[in-house]
């Protein structure tokens, strides 16, 4: 159900009221805020960025921990192109592999190695306790269960139905 109001109609943008700014920056500081300590978290466990982290959760929970890289892509909303290169990056650590898909001769399949594997679970603990820590903890149950809310329902609003939508993972 979209309970979004339309525009004025004279044009002129409907401007948030001085309580939807605030909850609006408080987002942004929050958000931000979060991806660096998640950051910091995971550079100084592991040498990598959250980022790459999510890719190998990804491919960890995977059949046979292996994506198309398109699939990846799609999944952790990130472009072809950056995507690409963070695999390269995971290659060269030996976290990950690349293997050509028999069926499709421009696809490829990102494989999580038994080290990359290795380093996932040992990173898991740390980071878990970083999002706990950061988030879950700082929050009642209710508040917990209305962020999941909200977030679904932004997410469900964000994500394109139409065939051939502008995407930036299909880049």
């Known amino acids: ?83 690409s290169h963070a695999i390269a990056r995971l290659e060269k650590n030996g976290w990950v592999r690349r293997e050509d898909c028999p069926s499709d001769k421009r696809g490829q399949f990102a494989i999580l190695t038994d080290d990359g594997y290795e380093v996932l679970r040992r990173t898991a603990p740390g980071h878990v306790t970083a999002v706990r820590q950061a988030l879950f903890d700082r929050l009642s149950p209710q508040q917990q269960k209305s962020l999941g809310e909200i977030m679904v329902i932004v997410a469900e609003g964000l994500q394109p139905k139409e065939a051939g939508a502008d995407l930036p993972w299909l880049r």
């Open 1 to 83: 159900m979209d309970m979004a109001p339309t525009s004025p109609p004279d044009g002129e943008p409907r401007w948030l009221d001085d309580d939807e700014q605030r909850t609006w920056l408080a987002y942004l500081q929050a958000t931000t805020l979060l991806e660096d300590h998640l950051d910091r978290q995971l550079q100084r466990d592991a040498g990598m960025p959250h980022i790459y982290y999510g890719l190998l959760v990804q491919l960890s929970v995977a059949p046979r921990r292996r994506l198309r890289m398109t699939e990846l892509a799609r999944n952790t909303k990130i472009t072809r192109s950056r995507l």
